[in-house]
């Protein structure tokens, strides 16, 4: 369920830390000095008062995921590693994810994903897809072709599978996207917390637009509404605003009429329409429920 993490933790003893790493380096910034190294796959920064290490949990631990028990002893593991109490650390990033074995290519559910709100979609290629915020990335890909060009092992059950994962990146202040006033390392062997962030990794893949095709004859009204939601959701609702921004700039519109056509954007881009998501994405979705129900399951 969690990948990636940044965690940071005050210290005293700055030679201890660093003591214990490999390849360091020492990083002179006036009066400053500050040392990097490697913990295994982990990247690690020491500092006279604080020590950070980030990288990959099911990396380090030579895992593809880890269950709460694999939580708990990484915890232990990692702790016994740099001689500090990890457990107490607090939490600076935080990816969360799920992989999914699917009866398709991954590139045919890419294909359906549109935009996300607020989100600028930033890339698009047959093995992957990737959403951008400031403090937050959504990440659609190929995990059997990403283990493959990194040159890892595939394990046997995915040999010849199509396997999609989703990953939520919260590469910064995961405490207040969670609305939480802090994460500690240990609260990532806590169910209820794997729950809460479950429940937000789900409501991230809802907010994702996907494209949906018609299920039945409609009139010629009733396309051409459709037409125009369907036109407004491939393009987004924050590219529609750039564009009335830049024409009111340029004084093709005034501003009056350029309100007028976003409040008519904003309206009609949630109209329902006489469409149904595709059979990829409905295989997907249910996938994404199933996954959310099991980590909710596990808290109980």
Not at 191 to 199: T, W, Y
Request: net charge positive.
């Amino acid at each position: 369920m969690f990948d990636t993490v940044k965690l940071a933790l005050p210290i005293d003893d700055l030679e201890q830390a660093k003591g214990r790493l490999s390849n360091v380096k020492a990083h002179v910034d006036g009066e400053k000095v500050t040392f990097t190294g490697k913990m295994g796959p982990l990247r690690v920064k020491v500092s006279q008062s604080r020590f950070v290490v980030e990288g990959s949990l099911p990396t380090y631990c030579g895992k593809l995921t880890l269950s709460l028990e694999e939580m708990r002893a990484c915890i232990a593991r990692l702790s016994d590693a740099f001689g500090l109490d990890l457990a107490s650390a607090k939490v600076w990033r935080l990816d969360t994810y799920a992989d999914f074995v699917l009866s398709r290519p991954v590139a045919d559910y890419l294909a359906h994903f549109l935009d996300g709100p607020r989100y600028c979609r930033v890339s698009y290629e047959r093995t992957g897809k990737r959403y951008v915020l400031k403090w937050r990335h959504l990440v659609f890909y190929d995990k059997v072709a990403e283990l493959k060009q990194k040159r890892g092992l595939v394990p046997a059950a995915w040999v010849d599978r199509h396997v999609l994962r989703f990953e939520m990146q919260m590469r910064s202040r995961p405490n207040r996207q969670l609305k939480l006033k802090v994460i500690t390392f240990a609260d990532l062997a806590d169910p209820a917390f794997r729950a809460h962030v479950a429940a937000r990794w789900q409501r991230e893949y809802e907010g994702v637009e996907k494209k949906r095709t018609y299920v039945e004859s409609v009139s010629v009204e009733t396309l051409k509404r459709d037409l125009h939601v369907a036109g407004l959701r491939a393009v987004g609702l924050d590219a529609v605003e750039t564009i009335l921004a830049s024409a009111q700039r340029r004084g093709a519109v005034s501003r009056d009429k350029r309100y007028r056509l976003r409040r008519w954007a904003r309206a009609t881009y949630n109209l329902d329409t006489r469409t149904a998501l595709a059979p990829p994405i409905e295989e997907l979705d249910s996938a994404v429920r199933e996954q959310h129900g099991r980590i909710c399951a596990a808290k109980n």
